[in-house]
């Protein structure tokens, strides 16, 4: 990599930033396409977000990645909000070219599971009701699914993020129940998502279903991504269904962000290798 005077600077913010995957992949991209571009990671203490995000500004940083904690509270400091990350409440992305912020995790999912299946017209059901949930959701919805069930501990919950899906006016079937209704709810659904850390290293031996519950015609997607190989879908290759990995989403979230800041189509295979060469896959 030869930084220059004129080399364009992107990054993430976040709180902790050290063991971000998102470096190492985006600057394989800028290499192998010959930018002079460079991704660099900024821990900024929440105290401190309206002046990083000002500072950058003043520094003619193109564009940043927002991660926990500060993707809600950085819409704050916006000039402009896409509709869709309205609707999720959280930002991911920002272009300063218009100082816009974006969420690319939803769309990092559907892309994920539309390399095996179309979202049109599919019955999803999701567990859990956090934040990648929602993320998750609304893109389901924006992508064309029939209905969507979202399923959690809390029920309640579950509902809340229901009727604001039902209120976006992007789908009309929405429904909400406790996760313990998981295995009558499959028997129906096209498509299963998990957005809960069950599974999630170290505690590798969670799922929030087993083979029992599932079909072959069912496509599972895990957002967790440590292991590569969760109890989840090592349960949805044994029941025959269609099994998604969680760094797709990794993946395709990324890719998003690279094409809001330069406008270009990433070398996609490019960053799946540099992604999965840092998780030691």
């Known amino acids: 990599m030869n930084i220059k005077g004129s080399t364009n600077i992107v990054g993430l ?15 394989a991209a800028f290499y192998a396409l010959g930018m002079d571009c460079v991704y660099v990671a900024f821990d900024v ?6 002046s990083a995000i000002e500072g950058a500004k003043s520094l003619n940083i193109k564009g940043f990645n ?15 909000i896409d509709d869709v990350a309205r609707l999720i409440g959280a930002v991911n992305t920002i272009d300063f070219k218009d100082m816009k912020g974006y969420n690319t995790d939803g769309i990092g999912a559907v892309k994920a599971i539309e390399e095996v299946t179309s979202i049109k017209n599919k019955d999803v059901v ?13 893109y389901l919805a924006k992508f064309g699914a029939s209905s969507i069930t979202i399923l959690n501990r809390n029920p309640d919950k579950a509902q809340s993020l229901a009727d604001d899906i039902s209120a976006s006016g992007l789908i009309g079937d929405v429904n909400a129940d406790s996760i313990s209704k998981i295995s009558t709810c499959l028997k129906n659904a096209d498509i299963l998502v998990n957005t809960t850390p069950l599974g999630m290293h170290p505690n590798v031996e969670g799922s929030v279903a087993t083979s029992n519950d599932m ?11 440590n292991p590569h190989e969760t109890l989840l879908l ?8 269609k099994p998604v990995y969680g760094i797709k ?15 270009r189509e990433p070398p996609v295979d490019v960053m799946e290798n540099a992604l999965k060469q840092y998780l030691g896959r």
Do not use: C
């Not at 999701?126 to 949930?133: D, E, L, T, V, Y």
């Not at 079909?215 to 991504?225: I, K, P, R, S, T």
């Open 13 to 27: 913010i976040g709180h902790p930033v050290e063991h971000s995957f998102s470096p190492p992949m985006h600057n």
């Open 126 to 138: 999701i567990a859990g009701a956090g934040g990648a949930s929602r993320a998750i959701s609304f």
């Open 234 to 241: 090592k349960e949805a290759i044994k029941a025959g269904a």
């Open 45 to 50: 203490d929440p105290v401190n977000l309206q």
């Open 66 to 80: 927002v991660t926990i904690p500060h993707k809600i509270e950085v819409m704050n400091f916006l000039d402009e």
């Open 215 to 225: 079909h072959e015609d069912l496509v599972v997607f895990d957002a967790v991504y």
């Open 249 to 263: 989403m990794l993946l395709y979230q990324g890719v998003e962000s690279f094409k809001i800041w330069t406008g």
